[in-house]
């Protein structure tokens, strides 16, 4: 389809207003600070290995302690008769999957990286299952989906957890004895790459970050031009709750991927799509403009949401191997 948004040129010069709430860094120190959020020390991560019927790739049953303590599943995949401490890929879901079935996804793992897929806690209806539940400290009267689950207050809402969620998975493959701490990205598709570009600006000492087609960017103008789920989500909520506009999108600011790049210094490779109707390529734009680190982007003019699928995955593969080529072995910075 034809872009409703603004042309390539626009987009790239496309540097909105968009203020950073106040106490934002205050607000995700607390958030991550473990004695209030859970994640006790004898709640440690566990790694059970399983029989996928695969004999190339190894698989592990992951459940990692997150918000509040609670876990976390996922799948690990690291290449059978590795040796030495392994380059890591930590990959978050686009919105409505789960972690799928062990055999699955099996890219990274087959280029030579330990792969961990978070699952999205509450989430796993569409392409595949998930099995993490989310425990929901006081929503009221939230529209079905997740956007205004909790969206009464940055403290009670839904990304709140899932962030959380997704910064101690990362620790938890910094701990991992196969993995070596120096060489982790982060990535995700949609929903995955918001995720990411919070991780990148919560974490320091990341190897790379890899936002693709991201969700959760410029969530005001979004919720404004996109015209397909999940930001209709917002308007949805806000044509009945006609009072509540500017307490909505304080909330959601928090969560906003634009402000967590600025916050970010990692090298970054971003993908966006000019014919996106489900993230509009101007709000990814506006996260790609305002990232602190060093930054590529590629470009699919003439794709929507699913952009550039896997072209841009041989864009990553190169990407990634060119990155930890470059790269000293050794302890990163922890967050």
Wanted: charged residues 20%; negative net charge; proline residues 8%.
């Amino acid at each position: 389809m034809p872009s409703a948004d603004l042309t390539l040129a626009e987009c790239r010069a496309y540097r909105p207003e968009l203020p950073l709430p106040d106490g934002f860094d205050a607000f995700w120190s607390d958030t991550l600070d473990e004695r209030a959020t859970g994640g006790a020390p004898d709640r440690q991560p566990r790694f059970d290995e399983v029989d996928s019927g695969l004999v190339q790739v190894r698989c592990y049953d992951v459940s990692v302690p997150g918000y509040d303590g609670r876990p976390v599943r996922g799948w690990l995949r690291m290449p059978a008769g590795s040796a030495g401490p392994l380059g890591c890929v930590v990959e978050f879901l686009g919105y409505g999957r789960g972690r799928g079935l062990a055999h699955e996804q099996l890219t990274w793992a087959c280029a030579g990286y330990a792969h961990l897929v978070m699952d999205t806690r509450g989430q796993g209806w569409s392409s595949a299952t998930g099995d993490t539940p989310d425990t929901d400290p006081g929503s009221a009267g939230a529209v079905p989906g997740f956007l205004t689950r909790g969206v009464e207050s940055p403290g009670t809402h839904y990304y709140r957890r899932v962030f959380t969620d997704a910064v101690r998975c990362v620790r938890a493959m910094r701990e991992h004895p196969e993995v070596d701490p120096a060489r982790i990205v982060v990535t995700g598709v949609s929903q995955g790459g918001g995720i990411a570009l919070a991780v990148a600006g919560l974490v320091p000492g990341l190897a790379g970050v890899m936002p693709d087609v991201p969700f959760l960017c410029n969530i005001p103008r979004a919720a404004r031009i996109a015209a397909t789920p999940p930001y209709t989500e917002i308007a949805a909520y806000l044509r009945l709750h006609r009072d509540r506009v500017e307490p909505v999108f304080r909330t959601l600011s928090y969560f906003d991927g634009a402000h967590h790049a600025t916050r970010a210094t990692a090298p970054a490779l971003f993908s966006i799509a000019m014919a996106d109707d489900v993230c509009p390529p101007s709000t990814c734009f506006t996260a790609y403009n305002r990232y602190a680190g060093p930054k590529e982007v590629r470009v699919y003019e003439f794709n929507g949401h699913e952009g550039g699928a896997e072209h841009h995955r041989a864009e990553q593969l190169a990407w990634v191997r060119a990155l930890f080529a470059g790269l000293p072995a050794g302890r990163s910075d922890r967050a």
